[in-house]
């Protein structure tokens, strides 16, 4: 859908912005739908599909809103039960298990993790766990001492 301005004797087209107001009860529905799939407080797969399956199959009054605002709730959760661990070389597998059982022991029992290598870091690990950052990687001391001067 194209939007026309009229400046002066100029038109100008361009796309117009399309941002999806959701309603107060398509919100709340979507919470509702979202708690359903949840099991021991962690996220259930397939009730999720479930859930989406027979919201298209019913396709009640503003079932797009809905499925929209779950899919964010579920990414968000997604998202807060990862974490990236990276590090210069890669970690014995001794070292691997005790990190993971430490951030499942302060995230809970759903936390994904994923180890990365990157070089960049020099030495040590970067952990990045929902939205929290733990840097302990030698580029992070070099860039503060780099700051300080």
Do not use: W
């Not at 009229?6 to 919100?27: F, L, N, T, Y």
């Not at 509702?32 to 099991?39: G, K, N, P, Q, T």
Request: aromatic share 4%; glycine share 6%.
């Amino acid at each position: 859908m194209l939007c026309a301005i009229r400046r002066g004797d100029v038109m100008i087209s361009r796309p117009a912005e399309r941002k999806m107001k959701i309603s107060k009860q398509a919100q709340r529905e979507a919470r509702e739908l979202f708690r359903s799939c949840l099991v021991e407080g962690l996220l259930d797969e397939n009730r999720v599909r479930q859930v989406v399956a027979r919201m298209l199959a019913r396709k009640p009054r503003g079932y797009l809103e809905i499925l929209s605002r779950l899919q964010r709730l579920v990414k968000l959760d997604l998202e807060r039960r990862t974490a990236h661990v990276e590090s210069a070389i890669p970690l014995p597998s001794a070292l691997r298990t005790k990190v993971t059982t430490q951030l499942k022991k302060i995230y809970g029992a759903g936390m994904n993790v994923f180890f990365i290598q990157n070089p960049a870091l020099i030495g040590g690990l970067r952990i990045q766990a929902g939205s929290d950052l733990y840097d302990g990687s030698v580029r992070a001391r070099l860039n503060a001492l780099a700051q300080q001067f």
